[in-house]
């Protein structure tokens, strides 16, 4: 049973800077491309950023592109999205996410159970 548990999010001013983690457990996650989404107060569900377990390939919704960066390290298991320069528009809770390459990065087979990021003026 896969299991991807986030933890990092909080209250924030704009401007500012958060590390997001999840620790993924329950199978070994090479041919995997982890994820992060995000979902904002009365918007859908959107795509942030994903990485590939191995390889280490990244990719970045526009939105984020210059800010946010995805990293993994292998040997924890974790998978962190660290954010700069956030902005109002970035409070929403924010899910980990995990699926074969292969499949699409927009539907991931898994999801955590969320962390909320509020940014405050």
């Known amino acids: 049973q896969v299991q991807l548990v986030e933890s990092g999010g909080g209250l924030v001013q704009a401007g500012g800077s958060l590390r997001l983690s999840c620790v993924a457990s329950g199978r070994t996650f090479g041919g995997y491309r982890m994820g992060w989404f995000r979902q904002a107060p009365g918007k859908e569900r959107e795509f942030v950023a994903t990485i590939t377990w191995i390889g280490g390939g990244t990719y970045y919704a526009d939105s984020v592109k210059g800010r946010f960066t995805i990293s993994r390290d292998m040997a924890k298991n974790t998978v962190y999205l660290q954010m700069n320069s956030l902005k109002s528009e970035d409070t929403a809770v924010y899910y980990c996410?995990?699926?074969?390459?292969?499949?699409?990065?927009?539907?991931?087979?898994?999801w955590g159970q969320g962390t909320q990021v509020t940014l405050s003026s």
């Open positions: 996410t995990a699926g074969p390459i292969g499949t699409s990065y927009k539907t991931p087979n898994y």
